[in-house]
């Protein structure tokens, strides 16, 4: 390659970044826009700042001096009562609220979707003559099991492989080996 065609396809290249640098910056997302999309989202858009902190001195003096206790609110050996809490906003409870009960929202969406897939049953169709093998592979491409040889190797070793009966049988995912044995060699 020589050096006017490096050159050249180099130059290309800064063009054409720059016309893409320049149209991505044409294409702002404007912050009526932003909040438009927050709201429809759920989120909330405070009106004005809340400050929860004075940062910055008292401007009169007046209301630097702390007021002297009265015999009513406060005593020397006594805790302040209620009357002196500072003020608290109800926002943050509000987000508290929403945050637990969005947890709640969850928590139960996560054990119905559990319990329905533990009550889902699969259908297994066994022919007369399947081995023990074919059951254990027809087994795991329905997902009710994780590995075959495995619960070949059970069968055989427990005396359900020759056991094995012909038929349709329904059966849980959740179901650990013994069950799933006695279930095929019942009928």
Same mark, same amino acid.
């Given at each position: !390659?020589? @050096?006017?065609?490096?050159?050249?396809?180099?130059?290309?290249?800064?063009?054409?970044?720059?016309?893409?640098?320049?149209?991505?910056?044409? !294409?702002?997302?404007?912050?009526?826009?932003?909040?438009?999309?927050?709201?429809?989202?759920?989120?909330?858009?405070?009106?004005?700042?809340?400050?929860?902190?004075?940062?910055?001195? =008292?401007?009169?003096?007046?209301?630097?001096?702390?007021?002297?206790?009265?015999?009513?609110?406060?005593?020397?050996? @006594?805790?302040?009562?209620?009357?002196?809490?500072? @003020?608290?906003?109800?926002? =943050?409870? @509000?987000?508290?609220?929403?945050?637990?009960?969005?947890?709640?929202?969850?928590?139960?969406?996560?054990?119905?979707?559990?319990?329905?897939?533990?009550?889902?049953?699969?259908?297994?169709?066994?022919?007369?003559?399947?081995?023990?093998?074919?059951?254990?592979?027809?087994?795991?491409?329905?997902?009710?099991?994780?590995?075959?040889?495995?619960?070949?190797?059970?069968?055989?070793?427990?005396?359900?492989?020759?056991?094995?009966?012909?038929?349709?049988?329904?059966?849980? =995912?959740?179901?650990?080996?013994?069950?799933?044995?006695?279930?095929?060699?019942?009928?």
């Amino acid at each position: !390659m020589d @050096k006017r065609s490096f050159i050249r396809g180099f130059g290309m290249g800064v063009l054409f970044a720059a016309v893409i640098l320049g149209i991505s910056c044409l !294409m702002r997302t404007s912050d009526s826009a932003v909040i438009k999309r927050a709201k429809q989202l759920g989120m909330t858009y405070a009106a004005q700042e809340e400050k929860l902190f004075q940062t910055s001195a =008292p401007k009169n003096s007046a209301a630097a001096k702390t007021p002297e206790p009265s015999s009513t609110s406060v005593s020397s050996d @006594k805790k302040p009562s209620a009357t002196m809490k500072p @003020k608290e906003t109800k926002k =943050p409870d @509000k987000t508290l609220q929403k945050e637990q009960t969005d947890q709640k929202e969850f928590d139960q969406e996560k054990k119905k979707i559990t319990d329905d897939f533990e009550k889902s049953t699969k259908e297994l169709q066994i022919q007369a003559g399947d081995w023990s093998a074919d059951v254990s592979r027809k087994l795991e491409e329905m997902d009710v099991i994780s590995d075959a040889e495995a619960f070949d190797a059970y069968m055989d070793k427990h005396g359900y492989s020759s056991k094995i009966k012909a038929g349709n049988y329904s059966i849980s =995912p959740g179901a650990d080996f013994d069950q799933i044995a006695k279930e095929i060699t019942s009928k």
